[in-house]
């Protein structure tokens, strides 16, 4: 009788509980999921209900298809790594046991790989990046180069990211909740004051502004804010101003630029042809 290759034990050993427990890592095909317990350095700060419930659905119909990733604690029980999203879908599915890897792995690691996979899977936003970011500069002393590194951003857009946590709370909650995207937030940060900055994100909700746009307003009220307490946005973004700025587009489409100063402003009317500009003076006529 032939023995068994040694590549058949190596299988057998992968998912074996008890390798496990001697290695501290590899495959589990079934772990209890009341075993599991969730991330504390988890830098997903929200979970999307509705997205939430959709995959409990396909968990029900498919099953977990790619495994969970967690490491063991000295109580025999598990802490996750990566796959919250997974993992709460399956207890919202009713599921009993689910796959796993198990991996050794300090708290910077978990940290660190559960960022990795949520950036990945595009599944953070630019806030709750920020924040594993930070945490790992603060908490960890990783570099901003260290963490580029690990995480495959550049240093300058981990240095930006960081930045956005020093907006006003208001703009953060905003940011966390996607009333704004990124790029607004950057822009954003080019304002010279908190209260500045404020006004301009009330400005941006209230008449949706583009990302273009806000990098054009932050550059006119840069151009206009003098040291006195009196700030220049009332005058520049007023509810006459924003009225004549929306009539003028309504008319003349993206091709007009209409910006305001203290000592006044100008209209400015671009074309591209001849037909644009034969439709402009057919307007102004």
Do not use: C
Request: hydrophobic residues 40%.
């Amino acid at each position: 009788m032939k023995k068994r290759s040694a590549l058949g034990k190596g299988l057998s050993a992968l998912i074996n509980e008890d390798a496990v427990n001697e290695i501290g890592s590899g495959f589990l095909p079934k772990l209890p999921i009341d075993l599991i317990e969730p991330n504390p350095y988890q830098p997903r700060i929200e979970l999307n209900p509705e997205k939430l419930v959709e995959l409990a659905d396909s968990i029900r119909e498919h099953g977990v298809i790619e495994p969970l990733l967690v490491t063991k604690k000295s109580d025999n029980r598990y802490e996750l790594i990566a796959g919250e999203r997974r993992w709460r879908a399956s207890q919202l599915a009713g599921l009993k046991t689910i796959p796993v890897v198990v991996k050794e792995a300090t708290p910077r690691d978990m940290l660190e790989l559960a960022v990795i996979e949520n950036i990945q899977r595009e599944d953070l936003n630019a806030f709750e990046e920020a924040l594993a970011f930070e945490q790992l500069f603060k908490t960890f002393k990783m570099t901003h180069e260290e963490i580029s590194k690990r995480i495959g951003l550049s240093r300058p857009a981990i240095a930006n990211k960081i930045r956005l946590l020093s907006l006003p709370d208001e703009i953060k909650k905003g940011l966390l909740e996607e009333k704004i995207s990124e790029g607004h937030a950057r822009a954003l940060l080019g304002l010279k004051t908190k209260e500045t900055m404020i006004a301009t994100y009330k400005i941006i909700l209230r008449d949706h502004l583009s990302v273009r746009a806000v990098e054009e307003l932050v550059r006119r009220l840069n151009k206009g804010i003098t040291k006195t307490k009196k700030s220049p946005i009332n005058r520049l973004m007023d509810d006459k101003t924003v009225e004549i700025e929306r009539d003028l587009k309504d008319k003349f489409g993206k091709s007009v630029l209409f910006t305001r100063s203290l000592r006044g402003g100008k209209i400015v009317l671009s074309f591209k042809n001849d037909d644009e500009l034969e439709g402009i003076l057919k307007i102004l006529q």
